[in-house]
């Protein structure tokens, strides 16, 4: 029995890290500030997209 359920984590942010920050839904580093930033991480993101979507 499986106990440990893998939350998907994004991949580490590929910016300079003073526009790293937590994200907004999840709290993992991500690209956050400045440009290209986002407050929600790719996972997070992905999760709102498949959200409109329906
Ligand atoms: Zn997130």
Redesign the pocket.
């Known amino acids: 029995m499986s106990t440990t359920a893998a939350r998907p984590v994004?991949p580490a942010p590929v910016c300079a890290p003073a526009q790293v920050g937590p994200?907004?839904?999840?709290?993992?580093p991500?690209h956050r500030y400045g440009l290209g930033g986002c407050p929600?991480?790719?996972?997070?993101?992905a999760k709102v997209e498949a959200g409109r979507a329906k």
């Open positions: 994004p994200c907004a839904g999840c709290g993992h991500t929600l991480c790719v996972v997070c993101l």
